[in-house]
């Protein structure tokens, strides 16, 4: 695992070791100015898809590695005066394939901005110490963390008790959909999504996160299992009131995957710390109870990466299921951003490391 910093000061930083501290930029708070990433963090290490398809050629757009440098998009992707990372998604635009959500959003790189490694080859990602060829990969495990405040979520869904209504995703891990040419295995699902939801007309939402259970896509059990940390899980529509988080408010949170296990933390100013722990090679789940349901050797075969950023979970899809909320949005973003058909999160500390052991 490379080790980077982000939300790193434009003077010098002093490191101890392999690890290091981020702090916030030394711009004055007081500007307003939106400049590039780059300008504060270290994105050396990360890709970013965007809500966008300026090359008009029907796909998504993702800015490479190599050209992070000095990008920025104004309305989606951009640093603040104080140094700060903001994403943005409207609940309409360009989507990737497998998805009808749309994100603005990183994805760790563990080659940099070597192509000669391919995107979902073992060489650019982790893997858990029960895969058959661990030591192909980029790292066995790996450790996210970071900060962030999310600042919007979408206030209108035509689906209101889907449960993917008025969330956001700020952080996954995410398997890789099967690839033979590269020797990788997966179904491509998550066994990781850290969840923010709001109703509207709600002072404070929850957060929450979810694990996929690692089957393929036609099988019905393939489901998303939700454990709270602070007010409810995606299905309660109850005001979670005081047990919640208000929009805005600096939520931490740690991603550990030590060898097997995903240890997670969270952590917000007046709340208790929360911490979690789930083995990711077999089928038990994170309150110790075996999921019959779930594949029995969970995610052990599969190649894996790190996300950051806001993956918008208001699709304006209308069919059945829990993912499509039917959420309104035109794709004119200035009309969607007055109609709070979008969702937004700023980012103060996002730093990826090797794992560490528990």
Not at 64 to 93: I, Q, R, V
Not at 219 to 244: E, F, K, L, M, Q
Request: glycine share 8%.
């Amino acid at each position: 695992m490379k080790h980077i910093f982000l939300m790193t000061t434009v003077m010098a930083l002093t490191l101890a070791g392999c690890d290091s501290a981020s702090e916030t930029g030394s711009v004055p708070a007081e500007s307003t100015a939106k400049l590039a990433p780059s300008d504060f963090f270290d994105l050396s290490y990360w890709n970013i898809t965007l809500p966008l398809d300026d090359n008009n050629d029907g796909k998504v757009d993702t800015v490479k590695t190599a050209d992070l440098k000095g990008y920025m998009h104004p309305d989606f992707f951009y640093a603040n005066g104080s140094g700060e990372m903001t994403f943005t998604a409207p609940n309409k635009a360009t989507t990737t394939p497998n998805s009808s959500n749309t994100r603005s959003e990183l994805r760790y790189m563990s080659r940099g901005s070597d192509t000669k490694i391919k995107t979902a080859a073992p060489g650019n990602n982790f893997a858990l110490r029960a895969h058959p060829d661990a030591g192909s990969f980029a790292s066995v495990g790996g450790r996210m963390e970071a900060t962030v405040r999310v600042d919007h979520v979408a206030r209108r869904a035509g689906n209101p008790d889907r449960p993917a209504a008025y969330s956001a995703v700020i952080g996954q891990i995410h398997a890789i959909k099967d690839k033979p040419q590269t020797g990788t295995f997966g179904y491509g699902n998550e066994p990781l999504k850290i969840y923010f939801k709001k109703f509207p007309g709600h002072d404070t939402g929850s957060v929450f996160w979810n694990y996929e259970r690692n089957l393929a896509k036609e099988d019905p059990n393939r489901t998303d299992i939700a454990y709270p940390v602070w007010g409810n899980v995606w299905t309660n529509s109850d005001d979670p009131g005081s047990a919640g988080i208000p929009l805005g408010q600096p939520i931490s949170y740690v991603v550990n995957v030590y060898e097997d296990v995903m240890h997670l933390e969270f952590s917000t100013p007046g709340k208790p710390t929360k911490t979690f722990a789930i083995n990711l090679a077999d089928n038990v789940d994170a309150n110790g109870e075996v999921d019959a349901k779930d594949n029995p050797e969970g995610y052990a075969g599969d190649a894996h990466y790190f996300k950051a950023g806001m993956y918008n979970q208001c699709s304006t899809k209308d069919a059945p299921g829990v993912w499509y909320a039917a959420c309104p949005g035109t794709g004119i973003w200035e009309t969607d951003k007055a109609n709070g058909d979008y969702a937004q999160a700023t980012f103060t500390r996002l730093v990826v490391t090797d794992a560490k052991p528990m």
